[in-house]
């Protein structure tokens, strides 16, 4: 496994209430393996966001262990971890993450520009495939919602991550759209061998997976893949 989380918990504080705190995910262990594409399902509010911050290095755990290869995230200062996870981790988030002043182009750039260069050919390799080259010279204010989250997800591919975590990546997206994002997303898998999780409430992306999970009042399941939406 590239990467594998053991008995991940994380609590949050109540201000009210008779408990004085509350688990967003609790005792969650998952591995994910090069060249598999994870899905992990579930309703909001289910703990997967916040799982996924965990596993990216974003937000540290109660309880538990992230490693990556030999990696222990935690046991990182920040600067290493900042390092590790610009070279090793893509993360695509759920909301809006662009800098407006600058170009598509420049942001998808920029991750690989704060620790060197960046490799503008691969960067242009994944506008293309996700058929947005033609929006590289524009700002994001110009953008669609969907144009923005294939932005984000091209600044991913482009640092050819050994991990790519992916939080609801087809939100508001078209069908055709999905489709294409999807089968990229399958593809990488396939011919670099990354790892891939994807967070959906999208039962499309079931389709493509090699391991479903379902989370649940933050805990993890591993479901059949005969659950998937083609079955």
Known sequence: MILKAENLS????????????FHAVKGV???LRRGELTVL??????????????????LTPSEGVV????????SMDDEALSRLRNKKIGVVPQGRSAIDSLTVLENVLLPGTMYGS?????ALRWLDALEIAHL??????????GELRRMALARA????????????????LDDVSTERVLTALKDVTRNSGTAVLIVSHDT????????????????LKEESLICRADA
């Open 10 to 21: 994380k609590r949050y504080m109540r201000k009210t209430g008779q408990a004085n705190y």
């Open 204 to 219: 499309e992306a079931t389709r493509y997976a090699d391991v479903l999970y379902r989370m649940d009042g933050g805990m």
């Open 41 to 58: 399902m579930g309703r909001s509010g289910s703990g997967k966001t916040t799982l996924l911050h965990m596993l990216s290095g974003l």
């Open 118 to 122: 960046g490799d503008e050919k691969e």
């Open 136 to 145: 590289a010279g524009a700002r994001p204010a110009e953008l669609s919602g």
């Open 157 to 172: 591919l482009a640092r050819k991550p050994a991990v790519l975590l992916a939080d609801e990546p087809t939100g508001d």
């Open 29 to 31: 262990s998952l591995g």
């Open 67 to 74: 490693r990556l290869g030999d990696a222990d995230l935690y």
